[in-house]
């Protein structure tokens, strides 16, 4: 696992972790920086988070894994569409209904199944809702760099 992308990112870490703990969460690994140089974070896992907590209401943007758990299926596909947020969601399933169902249902711009990668990197990927800034990847993500222009000589 490489570096986070500055030190705010390690300040969130930290505010995000202490956050959902203080509010009753269980540190099941990580939880901490890795090391003092660098910006390395250790992959961090919460279980019973409770869903005032910071982490439950932003993009981490850091190896950061919360826990809660749901009764039905219904129930998480109406938790996850009710965030500001959708560019990326993770599903680990062994049912192809459940992934079907959640693959329709979820408001996201990239969805993982059985993986912690959403898409190859030639492919177009962007955010859904306040996620994201257009795509990346493909040619999609080319285009959004790119600046037309018409030109019309006589």
Do not use: C
């Amino acid at each position: 696992m490489g570096p986070m992308s500055n030190v705010r990112r390690i300040e969130s870490m930290e505010n995000l972790v202490q956050d959902a703990v203080t509010r009753g969460a269980k540190l099941l690994t990580g939880g901490k920086r890795s090391g003092q140089v660098g910006f390395f974070w250790e992959p961090t896992i919460l279980t019973d988070v409770p869903e005032d907590s910071e982490i439950m209401l932003v993009e981490p943007f850091g190896p950061l894994v919360p826990i809660i758990a749901f009764d039905s299926l219904e129930e998480v596909i109406l938790k996850a569409n009710s965030l500001p947020y959708g560019l990326a969601a993770y599903v680990f399933t062994r049912s192809e209904k459940t992934t079907e169902m959640l693959v329709e249902s979820l408001e996201s711009g990239g969805i993982a199944v059985n993986s912690a990668a959403p898409v190859p990197s030639d492919l177009p990927y962007g955010g859904f809702k306040d996620s994201g800034y257009g795509y990346e990847g493909g040619i999609e993500g080319v285009e959004a760099y790119l600046h037309k222009k018409l030109v019309s000589l006589a």
